[in-house]
């Protein structure tokens, strides 16, 4: 598979343009539900990956060989655990398998859960 991550891509589709046909669909998918969780969050490229930014670092997102890695923070992950115990985690890292369908309706739970986060802070 190609990589999008050996130079900076121009942009989020730049990036998704990089990847074969079925790893696009994947990849537009994640950007779509997140969009629709975090309407005014603004795209832009960081640390080479999509990232969604409102009030700082919202979630990433990215396609690797066999996952499509969705980033959080370590808070969405913590705080989804137990929905994500099929998943390979880390700390502010959900590994989503590219041969199984993307858990979007979950996607969007910790998208939201992200967003009441740093939307929270700008009131503190």
């Known amino acids: 598979m190609k990589s999008a991550r050996t130079k900076e891509p121009a942009d989020v589709d730049a990036y998704i ?3 074969p046909k079925e790893v696009q669909t994947l990849l537009t998918q994640m950007r779509r539900t997140i969009r629709s969780a975090a309407p ?3 795209e832009a490229i960081s640390y080479r990956i999509p990232t969604f930014k409102l009030n700082g670092n919202l ?3 990215a ?3 066999d996952h499509i890695g969705f980033f959080p923070t370590s808070s969405g992950v913590s705080a989804f655990r137990k929905d994500l115990t ?3 985690t880390a700390r502010g890292t959900i590994q989503f ?3 199984q369908p993307l858990p ?3 996607v969007k739970k910790i998208t939201l ?3 009441k986060e740093n939307t929270g802070k700008r009131r503190s």
């Open 40 to 42: 005014e969050a603004r």
């Open 104 to 106: 979007l309706d979950l």
């Open 86 to 88: 099929r998943y390979k």
């Open 97 to 99: 398998p590219l041969d």
């Open 59 to 61: 979630v990433h997102f």
């Open 63 to 65: 396609a690797f060989k």
């Open 113 to 115: 859960f992200r967003v």
């Open 17 to 19: 343009a990089a990847f």
